[in-house]
């Protein structure tokens, strides 16, 4: 029998140490049902088989409940379930759980990244680089991007111009002012060609 020798509570899990060398990662909601203390006796084999056991019944409910609040990929809940404490071998028999019950779908996750970013004035190369840390594949993500209309990426950026150049100070540089506004435009992920444009367009409407 060996000896817990440290608790430590992290994001979503308790680290537990025992005899100083081995550690087990449990995920909170389990080791409240099942709690442990520094200096006591623990069977780690046995324990360890318990949360393998109700593990899964766990990981499945806290992955529907992230769900919940809008869709999700599939890297995002494999990330939020491994950073509870949960095993690899369940996450991946939650992933299909959710995969087979029509809950995960990273190429509809896309589609709806795609028209929530599109319609809050984000460019494409912008929303291109999300997808790509949501764990998006390249094939699914282009499909998505697609979508885009690029007369609706130019009034977007055309929109961005305007408010930006109503902020502009009075005899500040126009090519300085110019600069600054094609900087915001490609951090919000807008190509060059967009932004020249848009800059073009809203001069142009200023000088008539």
């Known amino acids: ?99 087979t019950n029509d809950l995960l779908d990273d190429a509809d996750f896309a589609q709806q990244w795609v028209e929530a970013r599109s319609a809050r004035k984000l460019g494409r190369n912008r929303i291109a680089q999300e997808l790509r840390r949501k764990g998006i594949s390249a094939d699914e993500a282009e499909a998505a991007l697609e979508s885009i209309d690029e007369d609706d990426q130019l009034a977007g950026a055309i929109s961005l111009v305007e408010k930006a150049m109503a902020r502009a100070k009075p005899g500040e540089d126009p090519r300085k002012t110019a600069q600054c506004i094609t900087a915001m435009l490609a951090r919000r992920g807008y190509g060059w060609d967009i932004a020249r444009e848009a800059i073009s367009h809203v001069m142009q409407d200023m000088e008539e």
């Open 1 to 99: 029998m060996e000896v817990i020798t440290a608790i430590k509570k992290e994001r979503g899990k308790m680290r537990v140490t025992i005899s100083e060398s081995d550690e087990i990662l449990v995920p909170l909601s389990l080791f409240r049902e099942r709690p442990l203390q520094e200096g006591e006796p623990i069977d780690v084999e046995e324990y360890d088989n318990w949360l393998m056991v109700r593990q899964y019944r766990h990981a499945l409910d806290r992955a529907v409940a992230f769900l919940a609040s809008r869709a999700r990929s599939r890297k995002e809940i494999e990330d939020k379930l491994l950073r509870c404490g949960y095993r690899p071998c369940t996450v991946e028999m939650v992933i299909y759980k959710l995969e």
